[in-house]
């Protein structure tokens, strides 16, 4: 699933949500400077906000469709899973990670990281939790449920939370930095917000998520149809609550 995200680069680039300003910019002035690297690049989303508060950035990104976007976008970008990537020599002020944290083993990723950051550099895993509104939340659970009753996922995870589904994940991440070594303890930094979604919107961005790029067209077609009746029932057009959440330590 972890390369299948760059079958629509361009899509993705387009419809993901971006990160909260002010995060961006509290990882940017808990660092020691200016240079960061972006484990998990994608298409350059996280790395082109650092380089708009002033960071000069590096991504590394296993797929080179997503990786050869990024470029184009303005973000040099080096093709490797970040495990065999080397920083050869290289250091760095923070290691950051937007959505991507989850692919990579968690200890040897934090290990790798604490090469490649100087003293006081900050690693920091970011993930964009988000919540649809419980009516609209439970309608596309069932509607991927009848589509896809294979699924290996707990598809009624939808309807919980932002943050549960989330938990094991970012709890995953500290206990990996825990073990690594070379950091201080993990520390959690959140913030919620908010975005309205018109149909056409989440239409547009539901192709991108992990639980649907792998579908057979005909199978997707028949999600984003039952998705789409699902937004039009709330009236066509919702707000999503999103948590973001960095999991975070500092390079000793």
């Given at each position: 699933?972890?390369?299948?995200?760059?079958?629509?680069?361009?899509?993705?680039?387009?419809?993901?949500?971006?990160?909260?300003?002010?995060?961006?910019?509290?990882?940017?002035?808990?660092?020691?400077?200016?240079?960061?690297?972006?484990?998990?690049?994608?298409?350059?989303?996280?790395?082109?906000?650092?380089?708009?508060?002033?960071?000069?950035?590096?991504?590394?990104?296993?797929?080179?469709?997503?990786?050869?976007?990024?470029?184009?976008?303005?973000?040099?970008?080096e093709v490797a899973a970040?495990?065999?990537?080397?920083?050869?020599?290289?250091?760095?002020?923070?290691?950051?990670?937007?959505?991507?944290?989850?692919?990579?083993?968690?200890?040897?990723?934090?290990?790798?990281?604490?090469?490649?950051?100087?003293?006081?550099?900050?690693?920091?895993?970011?993930?964009?939790?988000?919540?649809?509104?419980?009516?609209?939340?439970?309608?596309?659970?069932?509607?991927?449920?009848?589509?896809?009753?294979?699924?290996?996922?707990?598809?009624?995870?939808m309807a919980r939370p932002?943050?549960?589904?989330?938990?094991?994940?970012?709890?995953?991440?500290?206990?990996?930095?825990?073990?690594?070594?070379?950091?201080?303890?993990?520390?959690?930094?959140?913030?919620?917000?908010?975005?309205?979604?018109?149909?056409?919107?989440?239409?547009?961005?539901?192709?991108?998520?992990?639980?649907?790029?792998?579908?057979?067209?005909?199978?997707?077609?028949?999600?984003?149809?039952?998705?789409?009746?699902?937004?039009?029932?709330?009236?066509?057009?919702?707000?999503?609550?999103?948590?973001?959440?960095?999991?975070?330590?500092?390079?000793?």
């Amino acid at each position: 699933m972890a390369e299948s995200f760059g079958g629509d680069a361009e899509r993705y680039d387009r419809t993901r949500p971006r990160y909260p300003d002010a995060l961006v910019s509290r990882i940017a002035a808990a660092s020691p400077g200016p240079e960061v690297l972006d484990v998990g690049c994608g298409t350059g989303i996280a790395a082109r906000q650092f380089q708009a508060v002033g960071c000069r950035t590096l991504g590394v990104e296993p797929d080179p469709r997503m990786a050869g976007l990024a470029r184009r976008l303005g973000v040099e970008v080096e093709v490797a899973a970040f495990e065999a990537w080397d920083p050869a020599g290289r250091r760095f002020d923070a290691v950051v990670a937007g959505q991507s944290w989850h692919w990579i083993d968690p200890v040897a990723g934090a290990a790798k990281a604490a090469l490649a950051l100087r003293p006081g550099g900050r690693l920091a895993a970011l993930w964009n939790a988000f919540q649809l509104p419980p009516p609209l939340a439970q309608a596309v659970a069932d509607v991927c449920r009848r589509v896809m009753p294979d699924a290996p996922f707990d598809l009624s995870a939808m309807a919980r939370p932002a943050l549960d589904p989330y938990q094991g994940l970012h709890a995953k991440a500290a206990d990996g930095i825990r073990a690594a070594g070379g950091f201080t303890e993990p520390e959690q930094w959140l913030l919620d917000w908010e975005w309205r979604y018109t149909r056409e919107a989440w239409l547009d961005q539901v192709p991108t998520q992990g639980l649907f790029t792998r579908l057979p067209p005909d199978r997707l077609a028949e999600v984003l149809a039952g998705v789409g009746a699902a937004v039009d029932a709330v009236g066509g057009s919702f707000t999503a609550r999103y948590t973001t959440v960095v999991v975070t330590a500092a390079r000793v």
